[in-house]
């Protein structure tokens, strides 16, 4: 049998993302639609820790959908790691009668998630929120298309410079475990070459291809580097390059939390609108414990067990376009 639920809560946590506000608004309206009393966790586990919590009305959302950051803040807790800090945060819902959460972020917060549900049996959906689009179980995750446009839109820019100064630019993007960032960014940018994470793109195979390059005489370019890339970051991976190839101009850009900055694109407001309506839904329906996402173009529902251990691959066949339009 479902649960009914009355009084539901909504927290972000974790690294921000652009579109975690258009999730909020979503969540908020929806419940009240469906005759919830809807509560903000401001800060997220801290805040729920810390008792900051707060009613919320449809007013309260507006005017956020275009806002990049979040209107209810984010933290990372590690007191929320303890029993101690879970039982301090239990007794802040039941103070507010709350019967469910709804958790905004990434691995972290599902795995914190995961875990406070199974201790206290309160049902929680999670709504993928992170610019790294790392998750398993959803297409794309709130904030990433934002930042691949941010990205994107550096690396032109520094492409102007690096055309007029015929000189090479590496330039580093976010991605400690994961290459999505740096391997769409690179393709939408017309990059002349990219490393990431994944795979086993060394200094030796970039090296080759720049002197490829440099035998059909263009003296300029723009490599993307993931900041988890095995080789090192871009200043690691650029000095490298510059004690192997010394007719090299290089120079080193770190576009670094722009990339988390900024109104979010029309696909992320879209996207995050759908996943925090799903949500407020699948709560009502009894789910739990599950993330909801988007695979080809349908609904879908991971559970955090899957979301937080499953490796979400990288397309091979994205990577090998990327190579061949690089040369």
Known sequence: MTRAIKRLAVLTSGGDAPGMNAAIRAVVRTAIYNDLHVFGVERGYQGMIEGK??????GDVGNIIQRGGTMLKTARSMEFMTPEGRARAYESLQAFDIDAIVAIGGNGTFTGAKVFSSEYDIPIVGVPGTIDNDLYGTDLTIGFDTAINTAMEAADKIRDTAYSH????????????AGFIALHSAIGSGAGGVMIPENNYNIDDLVLHLKKSAKRQKPFGIIIVAEGNKEGGAAAVAKQVQERIENYDTKVTVIGHLQRGGSPTCIDRVLASRLGYEAVNALLAGKSNVMVGILNNDLSFTSFDDAINRTKPVNDSLMRMAQ???L
């Open 166 to 177: 015929n000189r090479l630019f590496f330039v580093e993007v976010m991605g400690r475990h």
């Open 53 to 58: 919590i707060r009613r919320l009305e449809t």
């Open 324 to 326: 061949i339009l690089a």
